[in-house]
C-alpha cells in the first residue's frame, strides 16, 4: 500500500478550534475529520472516490453478524453490565452498538474506554469474555457504536473467532 500525501493548511484560530472540537466529539482526530470532510464534499460534486477505498485496510477483515452481548464498564471498583449488540467482528476487534440513552457515555475529555465484553457464538456453548479497547466512538443521534480492538486474545478464544470467523 502506497503512503498518503501530507498536505499543509494556513486556518485561523476560530477554524483550527472548532475543527478540534467536531474531532473530539466525534472521537476522531483532526487529519481524519479533515479527510471525511474532503471526501464527502469530493463524492457530493460527483468525483467518484468510494471506488477506491474498497481495499480492505484493516489487517483481520471483519464479518457482519448480529450478536447480543454484555459490555462491563469499570466505575469505581465494581464492573456495571451494559446491553449491546454486536454489528461486526473480526479476529482483531468489534463494533458493538448501543441505543441512544444508555448508559454509555461520550466524553471528549481524557481516554477512550477499556471494557470488557462477553457474548455468545454461534455454535460454541461457552460465553466469549474478551478485554477491549475502544479506538472510535460514533454518535449518530439514535445510536452509539463503539469500534473497539481485542487485547490479549488467548489462542482458545481466537480458535472460537476463528470457527465462527471462516
Known sequence: M????????????R???ALRKAADRECRTV???LDKIIIDYLTKEGFSLRENFTEERRKYPRKEITLSAL???KNGTRLDPLPGVILDISMGGVLVTYPKGSEFKITSVGQLP????????PNVSETIRLDCDARRIMDDGNQIQVGATFRDLSENTAEKLRTCLF
Open 2 to 13: 502506497k503512503k498518503d500525501v501530507i498536505y499543509s493548511m494556513r486556518m485561523n484560530k
Open 15 to 17: 477554524v483550527r478550534e
Open 31 to 33: 487529519a481524519s475529520l
Open 71 to 73: 459490555t462491563h464498564l
Open 114 to 121: 477499556n471494557f470488557e465484553l462477553s457474548f455468545q457464538l
